[in-house]
């Protein structure tokens, strides 16, 4: 018998069709027809004696069904399945040998991706929300139905969530609402980063990219100081700077190749933060 392992791995999607009716599920209070579960399997391609073949290396422990993927207001089923995920993987690899373990391991984030893509991830508003239902009394009230007491349980989860996190959301808000105003006062920092390569504001590899003296208590951004400018200048005052620094910068006239790209570097990024700043 001779078996030729290949590189191919593949994520294969077991499907099985749902009736109308209601199954037991703890996470799911859907009805209807058109509903599946889906069970992911990680499956990996060889060959045997010339013959192609597949094999298992990792199952999921539990399904999904498609009803409670598409349930945007209800994320329980989808926080539970992902953290399934993580644990059906971990043992997955204890029960496979060294090898078959290190190649699902080093496969990880392309699987991870693979089933984010049908299903998705929960945020972090996802898992907050799950939390908090799950620390309600799950307590049937007369006559109420699974999917009504479910939404019931959602609506109150959202409602403690939001009662909690209200103080922090206010802070927040009034945080950036003052960071806005300041900003609209103030002069422009020396820190402004042009889209073309720009490095971080304040990081060392700006210090030494930026062109141009630089002070301690200097406030003025580099490319206003490379074109001669000071704050507040125009669109107009910038291109004159350039016309005029045109003249003994080039190098045809006299000036070096690193001297008259610093400055066209300057004159990009001085136009690019009047025009930002005219459209916000």
Same mark, same amino acid.
């Given at each position: 018998?001779? &078996?030729?392992?290949?590189?191919?791995?593949?994520?294969?999607?077991?499907? &099985?069709?749902?009736?109308?009716?209601?199954?037991?599920?703890?996470? %799911?209070? #859907? &009805? +209807?027809?058109?509903?599946?579960? =889906?069970?992911?399997? !990680?499956?990996?391609?060889?060959?045997? *004696?010339? *013959?192609?073949?597949?094999?298992?290396? $990792?199952?999921?422990?539990?399904?999904?069904?498609?009803?409670?993927?598409?349930?945007?207001?209800?994320?329980?089923?989808? !926080?539970? $399945? @992902?953290?399934?995920?993580?644990?059906?993987?971990?043992?997955?690899?204890?029960?496979?040998?060294?090898?078959?373990?290190?190649?699902?391991?080093?496969?990880?984030? @392309?699987?991870?991706?693979? =089933?984010?893509?049908?299903?998705?991830?929960?945020?972090?508003?996802?898992?907050?929300?799950?939390? %908090?239902?799950?620390? =309600?009394?799950?307590?049937?009230?007369?006559?109420?139905?699974? #999917?009504?007491?479910?939404?019931?349980?959602?609506?109150?989860?959202?409602? *403690?969530?939001?009662?909690?996190?209200?103080?922090? $959301?206010?802070?927040?808000?009034?945080?950036?609402?003052?960071?806005?105003?300041?900003?609209?006062?103030?002069?422009?920092?020396?820190?402004?980063?042009?889209?073309? +390569?720009?490095?971080?504001?304040?990081?060392?590899?700006?210090?030494?990219?930026?062109?141009?003296?630089?002070?301690?208590?200097?406030?003025?951004?580099?490319?206003?100081?490379?074109?001669?400018?000071? $704050?507040?200048?125009?669109?107009?005052? !910038?291109?004159?700077? @350039?016309?005029? +620094?045109?003249? #003994?910068?080039?190098?045809?006239?006299?000036?070096? /190749?690193?001297?008259?790209?610093?400055?066209? /570097?300057?004159?990009?990024?001085?136009?690019?933060?009047?025009?930002?700043?005219?459209?916000?």
């Amino acid at each position: 018998m001779v &078996t030729q392992w290949c590189k191919t791995m593949f994520i294969f999607w077991k499907k &099985t069709p749902l009736s109308d009716r209601l199954y037991a599920d703890p996470y %799911c209070v #859907h &009805t +209807g027809p058109g509903r599946l579960t =889906l069970i992911p399997l !990680v499956k990996q391609a060889y060959r045997e *004696n010339g *013959n192609p073949r597949n094999r298992t290396l $990792w199952r999921s422990s539990r399904g999904i069904r498609t009803c409670c993927i598409a349930d945007i207001n209800d994320p329980a089923a989808r !926080v539970a $399945w @992902w953290q399934d995920f993580e644990q059906d993987f971990l043992r997955a690899i204890a029960h496979l040998d060294e090898v078959d373990g290190e190649r699902l391991l080093d496969h990880y984030e @392309w699987i991870r991706d693979e =089933l984010a893509k049908i299903i998705p991830q929960p945020s972090l508003a996802d898992e907050t929300l799950w939390w %908090c239902m799950m620390s =309600l009394p799950e307590d049937p009230r007369p006559g109420e139905r699974p #999917h009504e007491q479910r939404s019931r349980l959602v609506k109150e989860a959202r409602r *403690n969530m939001e009662e909690r996190l209200r103080p922090l $959301w206010e802070q927040e808000r009034r945080y950036w609402q003052r960071e806005a105003e300041t900003a609209r006062r103030a002069p422009p920092r020396d820190g402004y980063r042009a889209k073309a +390569g720009g490095a971080a504001p304040g990081s060392q590899a700006e210090a030494r990219t930026a062109p141009g003296p630089r002070k301690g208590a200097d406030a003025m951004p580099w490319f206003f100081r490379e074109l001669g400018l000071t $704050w507040p200048c125009t669109e107009a005052d !910038v291109k004159a700077a @350039w016309r005029r +620094g045109v003249k #003994h910068r080039h190098p045809d006239q006299g000036g070096s /190749n690193t001297g008259f790209i610093a400055f066209k /570097n300057a004159y990009d990024a001085a136009m690019e933060f009047l025009q930002a700043r005219a459209v916000a």
